[in-house]
Each structure stands twice: as structure tokens, then as C-alpha cells.
């Protein structure tokens, strides 16, 4: 009979093992098991190795070889996954101990997920208001940008229209002259979503406005969970704080040496932590935004990424959890790849540079919550939807999107995986219209249909039956829509 390994060796309160809501044994709905079109195969699990050394009883360990691993990473191939080993006598299915990285071995290179990282030449980019993080004696002060004074009132002079005209001469006229856009061209202005011009924003405000008051809501006075007596202005509140919370775009243009294949290579081993750990599913959410806040604000060097993820995750558990990893879990996790004194450290400077503001941030989960009402929380729609969400935490092109969009493109995405329609109650819940979230459709079937994208842990994460293989059946479902050759193209 297999046994079953404790969560951690501490005694005291221990951790539920399944913490997300769609993990449970006895669901709201009786459903199947598995999604439309999925195979009903279990997830198959990594493959017994023997192993040599001194084990941690209370894990199921996936260790890398470093000296062994000739993979090379650069800017425009993405790592290979290391190869792994588990303990015989396991029969944990969920995933293992991955180390992303420890400290260089030899100069210029530096193991990554036992993957070997290949040092890139620096570059220097003229950007202000940009400190770099090399170091532990980095300065924890961050760098503001001056902005030019006059030096006395008597540089200010002022002069008549007349006077004006005057001081320019026919050729400063011909210069200003060419320099003007004329107002057809300005108003022919790019927009990149989910940004909108005016006309557009005010388009879909009258249209969400017309739903609003011709759809019928009263059944939320009898739904405790909908708390429809403060629902309106929480979420009137938590709106106006996802706007404060936002990480700039573009920061990996500030980088000198990471790029954002390493970030999908730290978030995509985040994720392993994360369940490994059965943290709650807004600390992951944090986690990753507190590293992409803190990487708009700060040059981080490659040996040092792994330590600003570990030392975020380690922020965001204390914020969430009941029962935090202490630092020295976050030490073994790393493979003794940082000191405790670094993540302490690390901690410090990560708190400074985005001035505690940490639990401002409302993962998408919680919206998602809301729009879910509409089709009566159905499991298989808001488990593909959850995937689908957890997706865009690899792919940059939604650190511009809000979480809010963000739930509501999930949520869009696994309807029409599912061959529903977003109706009233979804346009009522969500507050966007299906032609606001047809571009997020379009970036979230092409990411999923990425060549590799199947090696992933998160793929593998959602094709567990817990998760009602929900990846395998998005999957199956995107390459569909690319064959056919729907919706491929952005609007």
C-alpha cells in the first residue's frame, strides 16, 4: 500500500491539502471528470529514479544535475527542462522540488532551473530613474529624476505678442511649418490593447449601460456569496486600486541581462513552488506582481532574478497565508543557491523600493468569482477559465491588461472553448463587451499553440484529472481554431 508523505516535518497546524476550490471531492454541480474531448488517462507522473544522498523526509524531491546539464539559454531559445529523479516509494502526482538556479560556478555562467544561462554582453540604455541591484552592498535608496529649476526670477522674461512675432524669422516659420501633423493624421492614432481610442471607450460604456438596465439582477439578494448589500462599492474600490498596482509594460527594456524568456522560465518554476507548498492561489498572483513591479523600478542582474522571485513569494506568503514557508524552506528550495541573509535582505529592498504597497494588489480570482454567477458557477467553465487566467501570467503582452480584463478574457475564452455564448448576465458580471475581449482571445490562443508550450509545468498542472485536464482540452481546442484559421488576427 503507498503511503503518503507529510506536507512539512513542523508540528503544530498543518496546511489543507487542496486549497483550490475546484479540487474538491463533492462539487457544486455533478459533473464528469473530465472536460469535453479529454482522455480520461491519468497524469502521469515523473519517473522513479533511484537516488544517492541524504533526503528531506518531508518533500518528494526533483533534484537537476547542474554539472551534467549542457543546455544553453540565450535570448532567443527558451530552456529545456532538466532531467528528473523522485523518490521510489512516492505517490505524489503533484509537482516536485525543481531548483531554478544557484550561484555561478564559473564565470560568466550561471545555472538556471539546471539550466545553464549563458552570460549576455551588458548594454546601456539611457533610462532615468532606473537603480541597479548587482549586489548585496546595493544601496536600498532608489534613484529619483531631478527636474530642472530656474536659477533666479530674472530668467523669466516676459514678452508681448508683437515681440513675439518678431523674434521669429521666415526660415523658423518654414520649420514650424513642416513640423505640423495635419489633424487627419493625428487622429489616426495606433491604440495597443487593451488601450481604445475615445470613440471606442465611449461605444462600449453606453453598451455595458444598456445591458445594466435592461438585465435582471434581483437574484442576488438571495446569494450570501455574492454579499450584494457592499458588492457594488468593493468593487468600486478594489477598480480603483488595480490602477495603482500596474507594472510599466516595457521594463525589460531597462535590463541589461534578463530577457522575457527568463521571466517565463522563474514564473513557470514559481508555479511549482507554489503548488508544491498548497499555497493559496492569490499568493502566486502577488507573487508575480511584486516581480514585475519591482523589475519596472530596479535593473536586476541574471544571477540575481531567481533571488527577487523567491525573496517575492516569500513577501507575498505572509500576506496570504495562514501558515507561512519560513525563510529557511525558502533557502532549501533554491538548493542552498542563496543565503538566508540575502532573502532577508532582498526582502528589505523590495518592501523600500515599492513602499509596502503589497496587498493592493486583487487577483483576477476575484472577479472571476463575480462574473462566475452568471452561468451558475459552472465547474468545467471556471476551471478552464482558471488555466487560462494562470496563462497570461507567462506572457508579457498582459502586463498591460488589469486583472479585471484579465478575469473577464479568461472567463470569455473558456465560454468559447466550450461553445458558449457571452450573453447579458456575462456582459452585467464582467462589465465588458465580447468586441473588448476578442483581442485577449486571439493572444491567449496563441501563446497556448507556441511550439513547447505542452513542456510547461503549468500545462502539465492542468493536465491533471484534479484539474479536469483542462490544459489537454485547451490545447486541443486552440490548435482547432489556428487550423482553421479563426480569429488569428488582432484587431
Request: aromatic residues 8%.
Amino acid at each position: 500500500m503507498a503511503h503518503r508523505l507529510p506536507l512539512r516535518n513542523r508540528t503544530g497546524i498543518q496546511r489543507p491539502k487542496n486549497l483550490d476550490e475546484n479540487a474538491t471531492s463533492k462539487p457544486r454541480q455533478t459533473v464528469g471528470t473530465n472536460l469535453p474531448g479529454g482522455t480520461r488517462s491519468g497524469f502521469p507522473g515523473a519517473n522513479s529514479f533511484k537516488s544517492t544522498g541524504v533526503q528531506r523526509p518531508a518533500l518528494g524531491e526533483v533534484a537537476v544535475n547542474r554539472k551534467n546539464s549542457k543546455v544553453k539559454f540565450n535570448k532567443d531559445k527558451a530552456p529545456e527542462v532538466g532531467q528528473k529523479r523522485t523518490r521510489s516509494f512516492s505517490v505524489a502526482d503533484g509537482p516536485q522540488r525543481v531548483p531554478l538556479a544557484a550561484k555561478p560556478t564559473a564565470p560568466g555562467r550561471t545555472a538556471v532551473t539546471g539550466r545553464v544561462f549563458t552570460q549576455p554582453e551588458p548594454t546601456t540604455l539611457p533610462l532615468e530613474g532606473v537603480v541597479h541591484l548587482n549586489g548585496l552592498d546595493d544601496d536600498m535608496d532608489v534613484e529619483e529624476m531631478h527636474s530642472t529649476k530656474r536659477d533666479s526670477i530674472d530668467d523669466v522674461v516676459t514678452a508681448h505678442d508683437e515681440e513675439l512675432e518678431n523674434m521669429i524669422d521666415e526660415q523658423d516659420r518654414a520649420e514650424v511649418a513642416e513640423n505640423l501633423v495635419p489633424t487627419e493624421e493625428a487622429e489616426a492614432i495606433v491604440y495597443l490593447w487593451p488601450e481604445v481610442s475615445p470613440n471606442h471607450a465611449a461605444k462600449y460604456q453606453r453598451e455595458v449601460e444598456e445591458v445594466c438596465t435592461r438585465f435582471d439582477a434581483e437574484d442576488e439578494e438571495y446569494d450570501a456569496a455574492m454579499c450584494s448589500e457592499y458588492a457594488e462599492e468593493i468593487f468600486d474600490y478594489m477598480s480603483d486600486l488595480q490602477d495603482a498596482i500596474m507594472p510599466t509594460p516595457n521594463y525589460m527594456d531597462a535590463q541589461n541581462e534578463i530577457t522575457w524568456g527568463m521571466r517565463q522560465t522563474l514564473v513557470d518554476w514559481l508555479l511549482q513552488v507554489h503548488l508544491r507548498y498548497h499555497m493559496l492561489p492569490e499568493t502566486l498572483w502577488i507573487t508575480v506582481n511584486i516581480v514585475d513591479r519591482f523589475l519596472s523600478h530596479r535593473t536586476v542582474s541574471l544571477d540575481k532574478l531567481q533571488l527577487v522571485g523567491v525573496t517575492a513569494m516569500f513577501i507575498a506568503s505572509k500576506y496570504e497565508e495562514i501558515l507561512a514557508p519560513s525563510v529557511d524552506e525558502f533557502v532549501f528550495m533554491t538548493e542552498k543557491g542563496y543565503l538566508k541573509e540575502e532573502i532577508l535582505k532582498g526582502e528589505r529592498i523590495i518592501l523600500q523600493t515599492l513602499e509596502f504597497n503589497i496587498s493592493h494588489y486583487c487577483s483576477p480570482y476575484s472577479w472571476m468569482r463575480k462574473i462566475s454567477h452568471a452561468d451558475d458557477y459552472d465547474i468545467q467553465t471556471r476551471t478552464l477559465s482558471k488555466f487560462l487566467t494562470e496563462v497570461t501570467l507567462l506572457d508579457h503582452s498582459f502586463l498591460r491588461v488589469k486583472p479585471s480584463m484579465i478575469a473577464a478574457v479568461g472567463m470569455y475564452t473558456a465560454r468559447r472553448m466550450l461553445s458558449g455564448d457571452w450573453n447579458d448576465a456575462f456582459v452585467f458580471y464582467s462589465g465588458y463587451t465580447e468586441e473588448q475581449l476578442e483581442p485577449g482571445y486571439n493572444l491567449l490562443v496563441d501563446k497556448i499553440t507556441e511550439p513547447g508550450f505542452d513542456k510547461l509545468y503549468l500545462y502539465r498542472k492542468y493536465a491533471h484529472k484534479k484539474f479536469l485536464k483542462a490544459a489537454v482540452y485547451a490545447l486541443e481546442k486552440a490548435r482547432e481554431q489556428v487550423n482553421q484559421g479563426e480569429g488569428m488576427v488582432l484587431a
